[in-house]
Structure formats: C-alpha cells, structure tokens
C-alpha cells in the first residue's frame, strides 16, 4: 500500500466514518450447542474423532462432553443476532483474513454466547484508491463465563 494524501478531503471523512463504527456491533445474543448440530458438522467436515460423537470418549480424553468441532462457531454466529456492518461510503466490501484463537471447547449443552464489536479501524491508501480497513471481533463464551474462542476478521471496504 502507499502513502495516504494528507491534503485529500476524502480521508477524514472515511476516518470519520470509520471511528463511528468501532464499539459494539448489537446486544449478545446465545445459541445452546445440540448433539445433532455437533454430529452433522463433525460429519461434514470429515473429522471423525469419537470425542465428537461419543460422551464417554470424550470424558475419557477429559473434556467434560461431546465437544464441537471448531467450525460450529460460524453456526452459532450466524444463528445468533445479525450483527450488521453498514458503511456510509464505497460499493464493495471485502473479507480479508479471519484469525481464531481457541479457548475452552464447546461442548453439547453448553449455552454459547456470542457477542461482536469493531475494536480497530484506518484508512488505506490501495492501488486503486482509498479503502477502510475494519477489524470486526466476535467473542464466544459458555455459560460459565469461559472464554471458549475468538474470531477477528479484517473486512476491506472500497
């Protein structure tokens, strides 16, 4: 990327923008975790690792349940409340990268909740002009409080 233009109008105005959306994305919303959910994602992505199908085997490698497979956090965010991102300038928006960190599994039974906030936002200068670069966070606790994961995805709107 190069460097911004100082003097273009524009780049306060999206800064602005920009600023405006860092917080929360809407209220937390929860989604209990279900055997057949667990079952049918541990399916389709292939894992057969018992301890997604069998509470004995999971108990026996010590996690305290059948445990999701780590994709069922997209299921849980999605099913939970839209947490919608709406610019007020450019036409297209952009997935950039999404990072995860895991924390304590999910586990059948457990209540997931989730929540989504805009912590870091900026202005870039691309190739073919200015874009916003936004860092959306989702937080996934269970009912306990634990922290069981958290997805950052880096969205580009030009």
């Known amino acids: 990327m190069t460097q911004l233009d100082a003097s273009d109008p524009r780049i306060a105005e999206m800064q602005g923008y920009l600023k405006a959306m860092e917080g929360s994305l809407g209220e937390p919303d929860s989604m209990l975790i279900e055997y057949g959910a667990v079952r049918k994602m541990a ?6 690792n018992p301890i997604h199908y069998d509470e004995a ?3 026996a490698a010590g996690y305290r349940g059948v445990v999701a497979p780590w994709p069922l956090l997209w299921l849980v965010f999605f099913n939970c409340s839209a947490f919608g991102l709406h610019f007020d300038f450019g036409k297209v928006t952009v997935h950039g990268q999404d990072d995860y960190e895991f924390h304590e599994p999910m586990v059948v039974g457990d209540t997931i909740t989730a929540s989504a906030y805009v912590r870091e936002t900026a202005v870039k200068q691309g190739k073919s002009g200015l874009m916003g670069l936004l860092v959306a966070h989702r937080e996934f606790h269970n009912q306990h409080g634990q922290l069981c994961a958290v997805l950052r995805t880096k969205l580009l709107r030009r």
Do not use: R
């Open 43 to 48: 399916l389709a992505v292939e894992n057969f």
């Open 57 to 59: 085997a999971a108990k």
